[in-house]
């Protein structure tokens, strides 16, 4: 990982671009736009607290503050500096610009997440710090409570406009409201954009009467009138703003080095890693990504990443990047769109994007609901007698089960931070209504803790329909996934077994899907004695099924007609959201509601 050294502090002093687009040293500029340190509020980096010390004061005179606009853009998601139209706006309207972060416990997903994903995050500030100062700026970067660091901000810096990008999810909605009442009553003027969503959630709620749209297919109707989202930005132009560092005391506000924040690996596999963090990765991922498309649209099929999941490829997904906006969605949205009409010449279907509008569909589902990550108090979500078993729950995270597909599994997720669809319906199914009967709010946390593209509304939503908790008509359909028969077809070859389950790697094809079948000469021969070197089955799949589709079906006399829960609007709504083989072949068959061999007990 890279880390800040005395080379790139130097790079500051390297001639950039003045605002009429002249080289200008940072010295001669630093004297225009850095301000007087004559403010020392001695409040030491503790807690909440922040350091001020040397912190720039007052412009310089000559400068008259009244005509001077300070903005500060704070980034939170949104880590990116292509079609960010918040970060825009500080450009145009600033006539000095600060771009920071703030670290205060819970800032996108820090305070529930695992190693991977703080790697992820502190990448992605790392590569807009670099990004900045390709146009002479520095991300500047704060520890504590937002309120306290702005009430300072504004003293201190003279700090006159906010800006920042709408964070959707209910979670973010305490804090942003009391960064906008300071403001106003500061009379700071702060701009909130929408740019992490391709609508506004909340003018979909308000055009759906002030409620969320409950099925899929209500919410496009209601985006549909609205109409298509708005096209992505051009590239930002920072020739009309000043990106002032003051370099003496810059050192206070760069983004400490990563073992600082005190988080360390929870498994030394993490050591080899797969995903990078930040918008130039983003971006060139997201040009390998558009070639894929553009060869499927040839080719004459859509949905790639679906059409053939490739479980040990090499990254390919972009949901980490949409998760912390290093991507943004327009840009996706829009590219695929416009790939299709160009090589088709025709009006491109709304299905080639049909997963994104699953993203926007689950955020505006939480809206208003702080409950959505869990069973009580959230009114989408059936109340489900789930059982409490520490130590299944134990073996499930950690890959020890005994079924080799959920093991392998569970191990690239605590790994790599990243498994495919498929991936995660298997173990989600297996973790709650199919086989071990615990609760879909134990497996959120345990994703909160290593998907690198872990959303709160995203992530509870799928939970929840993989549960049948809501969204979900498998209430009608108590089918679930064989974790044996799913396996197989998933990984034909073993391979994906195979590299995350060593100790299997000489178990025959055969039996690697269930290995207690085979005979012990084998086991021996293969080096994998069955509940010695690898586990036995945690639950016999045949008899943990049944008794739970029974348990179902007594859930669902309880409920009928107490409970309106959400429900896909068609088959074909399941058929796109299950992602399953089939239907991006074309074949109708694999269906949440009719048996085919991977689905049933
Ligand atoms: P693509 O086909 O490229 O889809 C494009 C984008 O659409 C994705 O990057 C993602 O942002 C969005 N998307 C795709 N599928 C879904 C979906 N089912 N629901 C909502 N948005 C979707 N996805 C997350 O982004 N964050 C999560 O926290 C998350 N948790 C999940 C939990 C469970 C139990 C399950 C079953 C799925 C979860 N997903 C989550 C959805 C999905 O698995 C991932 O978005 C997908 O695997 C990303 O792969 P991709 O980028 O190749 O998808
Ligand atoms: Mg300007």
């Known amino acids: ?58 412009p310089k005179s000559g400068l008259d503050l009244r005509k001077t606009t300070i903005a500060v853009h704070w980034f939170r998601h949104g880590l990116r500096l292509h079609d960010n139209p918040s970060l825009l706006d500080a450009i145009n309207l600033g006539d000095e610009l600060y771009p920071i972060f ?38 500047y970067t704060f520890k504590g409570d937002p309120c306290t660091i702005f009430s300072q901000l504004i003293e201190e810096w003279g700090m006159n406009l906010l800006t920042f990008e709408q964070d959707p999810e209910p979670i973010w909605q305490d804090r942003d409201n009391a960064v906008k009442r300071l403001c106003e009553e500061r009379g700071i003027k702060c701009i909130e954009r929408v740019s992490h969503t391709l609508w506004d959630p909340n003018e979909v709620i308000s055009r759906n009467g002030g409620s969320p749209p409950v099925t899929y297919a209500m919410f496009q109707e209601v985006v549909s009138m609205i109409g298509l989202p708005h096209r992505a930005n051009d590239e930002p132009d920072f020739r009309g703003v000043k990106l002032p560092i003051c370099e003496e005391t810059f050192s206070t506000y760069m983004l400490p080095p990563f073992e600082d924040f005190g988080v360390k690996m929870e498994h030394v596999e993490q050591e080899r890693q797969l995903w990078i963090g930040g918008e130039t990765r983003a971006l060139e991922l997201f040009e390998v990504r558009i070639r894929k498309e553009a060869a499927a649209f040839k080719a004459g099929y859509c949905l790639p990443n679906q059409y053939m999941p490739e479980l040990l490829g090499p990254p390919m997904s972009l949901s980490p990047y949409l998760r912390f906006g290093c991507l943004s969605v327009r840009r996706f949205y829009w590219r695929i769109h416009d790939t299709y009409t160009e090589l088709n010449n025709v009006i491109s279907p709304t299905q080639l994007t049909a997963q994104l509008i699953w993203r926007e569909y689950f955020y505006t589902m939480s809206i208003g609901n702080k409950n959505f990550d869990q069973m009580n108090g959230n009114n989408i979500c059936l109340k489900i007698d789930w059982s409490e078993d520490q130590e299944k729950l134990q073996k499930w995270t ?47 946390k345990v994703f909160f803790q290593y998907l690198l593209d872990a959303d709160w509304s995203i992530c509870a939503g799928n939970w929840m329909w993989i549960s049948s908790s809501a969204f979900e008509k498998v209430l009608q359909c108590p089918n679930c996934f064989c974790p ?86 068609s088959k074909t709504e399941v058929l796109e959201f299950s ?15 009719d048996l085919c061999e991977i689905l049933g007990i």
Not at 550 to 558: I, Q, S
Not at 579 to 593: H, M, N, Q
Request: proline content about 5%.
């Open 579 to 593: 992602w399953l083989p089939e239907t991006a072949r074309g074949v109708d068959k694999c269906t949440a509601d």
């Open 398 to 444: 950690n890959g020890q089960t005994g079924y080799p597909w959920i093991d392998a599994c569970m191990k690239q997720l605590k790994q790599e931070g990243w498994i495919h669809q498929v991936a995660r319906h298997a173990v989600a199914c297996f973790l709650t209504r199919g086989d071990l009967w615990i609760s879909w709010e134990e497996g959120l």
């Open 102 to 139: 703030i670290f205060d416990g819970e800032v996108a997903g820090t305070k529930v997440c695992g190693f991977n994903r703080w790697r992820f995050l502190y990448e992605s500030l790392e590569d807009i710090d670099r990004r900045l100062k390709e146009f002479g700026g520095r991300l």
């Open 484 to 569: 044996v028969r799913y396996g197989r077809r998933m990984d034909p070859t073993g391979e994906f077994v195979r590299n995350f389950l060593p100790v299997l790697r000489n178990m025959p094809l055969r039996y690697l899907f269930e290995p207690w079948k085979a005979p012990l000469a084998i086991q021996e021969k293969s080096g994998c004695i069955i509940g010695k070197d690898y586990p036995e089955p945690i639950v016999e799949h045949r008899i943990a099924a049944s008794s739970n589709r029974e348990k179902m079906n007594r859930t669902v006399a309880r409920l009928e007609d107490k409970f309106s829960y959400c429900t896909p609007s």
């Open 1 to 58: 990982m890279k880390r800040e050294t005395e080379d790139d502090l130097e790079d500051i002093s390297q001639p950039k671009l003045s605002k009429y687009g002249q080289p200008q040293t940072a010295a001669a500029s630093a004297t225009v736009q850095c301000m007087e340190s004559e403010s020392r509020l001695e409040a030491e980096q503790d807690g909440d607290r922040i350091s001020f010390i040397g912190m720039p004061s007052k």
